[in-house]
Protein backbone atom coordinates (compact mmCIF):
# COMPACT_ATOMS: atom_id res chain seq x y z
CA UNK A 1 0.00 0.00 0.00
CA UNK A 2 1.41 3.48 -1.00
CA UNK A 3 1.93 6.10 1.36
CA UNK A 4 -1.16 8.23 0.25
CA UNK A 5 -3.75 5.49 0.32
CA UNK A 6 -1.95 4.77 4.12
CA UNK A 7 -2.71 8.09 5.20
CA UNK A 8 -6.24 8.60 4.37
CA UNK A 9 -7.34 4.93 5.63
CA UNK A 10 -5.87 5.73 9.05
CA UNK A 11 -8.06 8.70 8.89
CA UNK A 12 -10.99 6.67 8.23
CA UNK A 13 -10.59 4.16 10.70
CA UNK A 14 -9.41 6.61 13.11
CA UNK A 15 -12.33 8.86 12.48
CA UNK A 16 -15.29 5.56 12.67
CA UNK A 17 -13.73 4.61 15.83
CA UNK A 18 -13.76 8.26 17.12
CA UNK A 19 -17.95 8.73 15.89
CA UNK A 20 -18.84 5.43 17.13
CA UNK A 21 -17.48 5.78 20.50
CA UNK A 22 -19.49 9.17 20.86
CA UNK A 23 -22.41 7.42 19.74
CA UNK A 24 -21.57 4.74 22.23
CA UNK A 25 -21.31 7.06 24.96
CA UNK A 26 -24.12 8.96 24.38
CA UNK A 27 -26.91 6.43 23.90
CA UNK A 28 -25.89 4.08 26.95
CA UNK A 29 -25.66 7.01 28.69
CA UNK A 30 -29.49 7.54 28.05
CA UNK A 31 -30.14 4.60 29.82
CA UNK A 32 -27.76 4.70 32.41
CA UNK A 33 -29.28 7.91 33.80
CA UNK A 34 -32.20 6.69 35.74
CA UNK A 35 -29.96 4.48 37.53
CA UNK A 36 -27.62 7.28 38.60
CA UNK A 37 -30.31 10.09 39.17
CA UNK A 38 -32.14 7.54 41.53
CA UNK A 39 -29.07 6.63 43.25
CA UNK A 40 -28.13 10.31 43.88
CA UNK A 41 -31.81 10.74 45.75
CA UNK A 42 -30.87 7.96 47.54
CA UNK A 43 -27.74 9.78 48.68
CA UNK A 44 -25.61 7.09 46.99
CA UNK A 45 -23.86 9.46 44.23
CA UNK A 46 -20.84 7.41 44.43
CA UNK A 47 -22.03 4.06 43.48
CA UNK A 48 -24.41 5.84 40.93
CA UNK A 49 -21.27 7.70 39.59
CA UNK A 50 -18.93 4.28 39.76
CA UNK A 51 -22.13 2.45 37.53
CA UNK A 52 -22.66 5.75 35.13
CA UNK A 53 -19.35 5.39 33.99
CA UNK A 54 -18.74 1.60 34.02
CA UNK A 55 -21.30 2.04 31.73
CA UNK A 56 -21.43 4.39 29.49
CA UNK A 57 -17.16 3.90 29.13
CA UNK A 58 -17.50 0.45 29.08
CA UNK A 59 -20.13 0.83 25.82
CA UNK A 60 -18.32 3.52 24.04
CA UNK A 61 -14.85 1.43 24.21
CA UNK A 62 -16.67 -1.37 22.76
CA UNK A 63 -18.22 0.26 20.15
CA UNK A 64 -14.95 2.49 19.66
CA UNK A 65 -13.57 -1.32 18.44
CA UNK A 66 -16.18 -1.88 16.81
CA UNK A 67 -15.41 0.79 14.74
CA UNK A 68 -11.83 0.67 13.62
CA UNK A 69 -12.84 -2.37 11.84
CA UNK A 70 -15.54 -0.66 10.35
CA UNK A 71 -13.08 1.83 9.20
CA UNK A 72 -10.15 -0.67 8.26
CA UNK A 73 -13.74 -1.58 6.02
CA UNK A 74 -14.56 1.76 5.39
CA UNK A 75 -10.77 2.33 3.89
CA UNK A 76 -10.68 -0.37 1.77
CA UNK A 77 -13.72 -0.17 -0.19
CA UNK A 78 -12.94 3.61 -0.53
CA UNK A 79 -9.20 2.78 -1.70
CA UNK A 80 -10.60 0.25 -4.29
CA UNK A 81 -13.58 2.76 -5.54
CA UNK A 82 -10.16 5.63 -5.75
CA UNK A 83 -8.10 3.13 -7.88
CA UNK A 84 -11.03 2.36 -10.13
CA UNK A 85 -12.03 5.98 -10.27
CA UNK A 86 -8.06 6.91 -10.76
CA UNK A 87 -7.86 4.03 -13.69
CA UNK A 88 -10.97 5.25 -15.74
CA UNK A 89 -9.37 8.68 -15.76
CA UNK A 90 -6.26 7.58 -16.91
CA UNK A 91 -8.35 5.61 -18.84
CA UNK A 92 -9.50 8.66 -20.66
CA UNK A 93 -7.18 10.81 -20.82
CA UNK A 94 -5.25 8.37 -22.72
CA UNK A 95 -7.97 8.49 -25.09
CA UNK A 96 -8.53 4.81 -25.18
CA UNK A 97 -6.88 1.36 -24.24
CA UNK A 98 -4.04 1.47 -22.01
CA UNK A 99 -2.84 -1.40 -24.03
CA UNK A 100 -2.90 0.15 -27.25
CA UNK A 101 -2.16 4.11 -26.64
CA UNK A 102 0.74 3.05 -24.83
CA UNK A 103 2.34 -0.45 -24.92
CA UNK A 104 5.36 -1.88 -25.21
CA UNK A 105 8.79 -0.19 -24.43
CA UNK A 106 9.28 1.20 -28.31
CA UNK A 107 11.61 3.64 -28.98
CA UNK A 108 10.30 6.90 -30.68
CA UNK A 109 11.64 10.06 -32.17
CA UNK A 110 13.54 12.02 -29.83
CA UNK A 111 12.13 15.25 -28.25
CA UNK A 112 13.55 18.28 -30.39
CA UNK A 113 15.54 20.81 -27.81
CA UNK A 114 14.91 24.36 -28.75
CA UNK A 115 18.10 26.34 -27.23
CA UNK A 116 17.98 26.31 -23.68
CA UNK A 117 18.80 29.80 -22.64
CA UNK A 118 16.18 31.30 -25.02
CA UNK A 119 13.32 28.78 -24.01
CA UNK A 120 14.46 29.93 -20.16
CA UNK A 121 14.68 33.86 -21.21
CA UNK A 122 11.10 33.14 -22.72
CA UNK A 123 9.69 30.59 -20.12
CA UNK A 124 7.76 32.12 -16.87
CA UNK A 125 7.98 29.95 -13.87
CA UNK A 126 6.25 32.03 -11.46
CA UNK A 127 2.90 30.12 -11.68
CA UNK A 128 4.99 26.39 -10.73
CA UNK A 129 3.99 25.07 -7.82
CA UNK A 130 5.02 21.90 -6.51
CA UNK A 131 2.73 18.67 -4.96
CA UNK A 132 3.92 16.05 -2.82
CA UNK A 133 0.39 14.37 -2.49
CA UNK A 134 1.82 12.12 -5.39
CA UNK A 135 1.61 12.19 -9.40
CA UNK A 136 -0.50 9.92 -11.42
CA UNK A 137 0.31 7.80 -14.37
CA UNK A 138 -1.88 10.02 -17.21
CA UNK A 139 0.25 13.12 -16.37
CA UNK A 140 4.03 11.79 -15.76
CA UNK A 141 3.81 9.58 -19.21
CA UNK A 142 3.30 12.39 -21.35
CA UNK A 143 6.58 14.37 -19.29
CA UNK A 144 8.44 11.46 -19.70
CA UNK A 145 7.98 10.97 -22.94
CA UNK A 146 9.35 14.71 -23.54
CA UNK A 147 12.09 13.59 -21.53
CA UNK A 148 13.16 10.33 -22.70
CA UNK A 149 12.63 8.81 -26.30
CA UNK A 150 10.49 5.55 -25.31
CA UNK A 151 7.03 4.44 -24.83
CA UNK A 152 5.54 3.56 -21.58
CA UNK A 153 2.82 1.37 -20.60
CA UNK A 154 0.10 3.00 -17.82
CA UNK A 155 -0.54 -0.53 -15.78
CA UNK A 156 3.29 -0.43 -15.15
CA UNK A 157 4.39 2.96 -14.89
CA UNK A 158 0.77 2.92 -11.95
CA UNK A 159 2.69 0.05 -10.33
CA UNK A 160 5.88 1.73 -10.43
CA UNK A 161 4.49 4.93 -9.18
CA UNK A 162 2.53 3.26 -6.00
CA UNK A 163 6.17 1.89 -4.47
CA UNK A 164 8.01 5.43 -4.27
CA UNK A 165 7.13 9.01 -3.18
CA UNK A 166 6.58 11.48 -6.22
CA UNK A 167 7.03 14.55 -6.10
CA UNK A 168 5.20 16.97 -9.08
CA UNK A 169 6.11 20.37 -10.71
CA UNK A 170 2.85 21.15 -12.14
CA UNK A 171 2.21 24.59 -14.38
CA UNK A 172 -1.15 25.50 -15.30
CA UNK A 173 -2.49 21.98 -14.70
CA UNK A 174 0.27 20.28 -16.81
CA UNK A 175 3.15 18.10 -15.21
CA UNK A 176 6.61 19.42 -15.95
CA UNK A 177 8.59 17.86 -13.34
CA UNK A 178 9.22 15.28 -10.96
CA UNK A 179 11.37 13.20 -9.12
CA UNK A 180 10.67 9.98 -7.78
CA UNK A 181 12.41 8.63 -4.04
CA UNK A 182 12.57 5.09 -3.07
CA UNK A 183 13.13 4.56 0.52
CA UNK A 184 12.91 1.77 3.24
CA UNK A 185 12.23 4.72 5.71
CA UNK A 186 15.33 4.44 7.80
CA UNK A 187 18.87 3.87 6.35
CA UNK A 188 18.25 3.88 2.52
CA UNK A 189 16.97 6.35 0.17
CA UNK A 190 17.94 6.37 -3.49
CA UNK A 191 16.39 9.06 -6.64
CA UNK A 192 14.65 6.52 -9.14
CA UNK A 193 13.32 9.25 -11.40
CA UNK A 194 14.12 13.11 -11.67
CA UNK A 195 12.56 14.39 -15.00
CA UNK A 196 11.82 18.03 -16.45
CA UNK A 197 10.04 19.07 -19.40
CA UNK A 198 13.19 20.02 -21.63
CA UNK A 199 11.02 23.69 -22.12
CA UNK A 200 11.27 23.96 -18.64
CA UNK A 201 14.72 23.04 -18.12
CA UNK A 202 17.50 25.43 -16.01
CA UNK A 203 14.88 27.49 -14.23
CA UNK A 204 15.13 26.03 -10.87
CA UNK A 205 13.08 23.53 -11.15
CA UNK A 206 15.24 20.32 -11.03
CA UNK A 207 16.75 22.06 -7.92
CA UNK A 208 13.73 22.56 -6.21
CA UNK A 209 12.56 19.29 -7.08
CA UNK A 210 15.49 18.02 -5.62
CA UNK A 211 15.78 20.04 -2.27
CA UNK A 212 12.07 18.39 -1.73
CA UNK A 213 13.32 14.78 -2.23
CA UNK A 214 16.10 15.31 0.94
CA UNK A 215 13.74 16.45 2.98
CA UNK A 216 11.32 13.87 2.50
CA UNK A 217 14.43 11.11 2.70
CA UNK A 218 14.13 10.03 6.02
CA UNK A 219 17.72 9.64 6.45
CA UNK A 220 18.55 12.84 4.70
CA UNK A 221 20.76 11.52 2.34
CA UNK A 222 20.42 10.40 -0.85
CA UNK A 223 21.87 8.29 -3.62
CA UNK A 224 21.61 9.11 -6.94
CA UNK A 225 22.70 7.12 -10.32
CA UNK A 226 23.42 9.68 -12.67
CA UNK A 227 23.32 9.46 -16.26
CA UNK A 228 26.47 10.93 -18.51
CA UNK A 229 23.90 13.75 -19.33
CA UNK A 230 22.92 14.88 -15.98
CA UNK A 231 26.18 15.04 -14.31
CA UNK A 232 26.68 18.92 -14.74
CA UNK A 233 23.49 19.16 -13.33
CA UNK A 234 23.97 17.30 -9.99
CA UNK A 235 27.72 18.93 -9.90
CA UNK A 236 25.88 22.20 -9.69
CA UNK A 237 22.80 21.71 -6.76
CA UNK A 238 25.67 20.15 -5.01
CA UNK A 239 26.18 16.46 -5.09
CA UNK A 240 29.37 14.89 -3.89
CA UNK A 241 30.42 12.23 -6.49
CA UNK A 242 31.33 8.75 -5.13
CA UNK A 243 32.25 5.61 -6.51
CA UNK A 244 29.59 4.87 -8.53
CA UNK A 245 27.16 8.18 -8.13
CA UNK A 246 26.34 10.57 -6.38
CA UNK A 247 25.46 11.43 -2.97
CA UNK A 248 23.27 14.64 -1.64
CA UNK A 249 23.29 15.77 1.84
CA UNK A 250 21.63 18.71 3.55
CA UNK A 251 23.95 21.77 3.59
CA UNK A 252 25.45 22.72 7.57
CA UNK A 253 24.14 25.41 8.55
CA UNK A 254 26.57 28.24 9.27
Known sequence: MSDFYRRRRVVIKDATALLTFFLGFVWSGAFAWPF????????????????????????????GLIGLEAGNLLGGVWERYHKHHRHNREFAIAGGSPTIAWAGATPIAPVR?????????????????????????????????????????????????????????????????????????????????????????????????????????????LLIEAQPDCIGFFERIGCVRGPTGFTLTPTPTQ
Open 36 to 63: LADQVDQGDMIRGLAYFLSVVLGTGIVM
Open 113 to 221: RTSTSGASARRDVSNVYYDEAGVYAASFIPLAERVRPVRYEIPKVREALARTINIGAWDAGRLVGAVRLLSDGYTFSVIADILVDPDYQRLGIGRNLMSRALAAAPDAR
